[in-house]
T-cell receptor, first 113, second 111 residues
Framework: NAGVTQTPKFQVLKTGQSMTLQCAQDMNHNSMYWYRQDPGMGLRLIYYSASEGTTDKGEVPNGYNVSRLNKREFSLRLESAAPSQTSVYFC????????????FGPGTRLTVL | EDQVTQSPEALRLQEGESSSLNCSYTVSGLRGLFWYRQDPGKGPEFLFTLYSAGEEKEKERLKATLTKKESFLHITAPKPEDSATYLCAVQANDNFNKFYFGSGTKLNVKP
């Protein structure tokens, strides 16, 4: 039981490049989330998926797109990376077995030059 | 506007020196308040959920309490392994999928 996994762990991009961050959970959770964490700031919600087939914007969605591929997988795409998107990205999931509690992955550290 | 403020930003304690971390919140309607521990380079690890004022939860040297405006994380006789950043988050009643996080308290426990 791996919980929430994320790939890659680290990534360096040049301005304008695109990339997709991958997230998968094996806890049969319905809801999945993408957050970013910047120094001195709390985790901020980018997008979430309340259930398979649905996605909704969070607090800071600009510059990002998401895909809920199936119940297990939720990806985050940066179409044209900007230096302001340098951050640590966390995926989380929540489901019936966890109540209201979110469980987080290990994070992806992204640097945009 | 829903928001969460944690204080202090950083706290240095000697081993065995008890203290408390504060999380104050403003939310239209509180569904739940969560405490997480985050070690450097890792994702947040769940500690406690509190739902109503007066509720308390305990785990080893940690105890979390909740009032209508704030929550406290009490650390009794801390050890160096308790050093971490502690995050507080609130979940609003109007959308169970929206969670608001504070910026955390970085705790350093010296032996």
């Amino acid at each position: 039981n791996a919980g929430v996994t994320q790939t890659p762990k680290f990534q360096v991009l040049k301005t304008g490049q695109s990339m997709t961050l991958q997230c998968a959970q094996d806890m049969n959770h319905n809801s999945m989330y993408w957050y970013r964490q910047d120094p001195g700031m709390g985790l901020r919600l980018i997008y979430y998926s309340a259930s398979e087939g649905t996605t909704d914007k969070g607090e800071v969605p600009n510059g990002y797109n998401v895909s809920r591929l199936n119940k297990r997988e939720f990806s985050l795409r940066l179409e044209s990376a900007a230096p302001s998107q340098t951050s640590v990205y966390f995926c989380a999931s929540r489901g019936t077995s966890s109540g209201d509690t979110q469980y987080f992955g290990p994070g992806t550290r992204l640097t945009v030059l | 506007e829903d928001q969460v403020t944690q204080s202090p930003e950083a706290l240095r304690l000697q081993e065995g020196e008890s203290s408390s971390l504060n999380c104050s919140y403003t939310v239209s309607g509180l569904r739940g308040l969560f405490w997480y521990r985050q070690d450097p380079g890792k994702g947040p690890e769940f500690l406690f959920t509190l739902y109503s004022a007066g509720e308390e939860k305990e785990k080893e040297r940690l105890k979390a309490t909740l009032t209508k405006k704030e929550s406290f994380l009490h650390i009794t006789a801390p050890k160096p392994e308790d050093s971490a950043t502690y995050l507080c988050a609130v979940q609003a009643n109007d959308n169970f999928n929206k969670f608001y996080f504070g910026s955390g308290t970085k705790l350093n426990v010296k032996p």
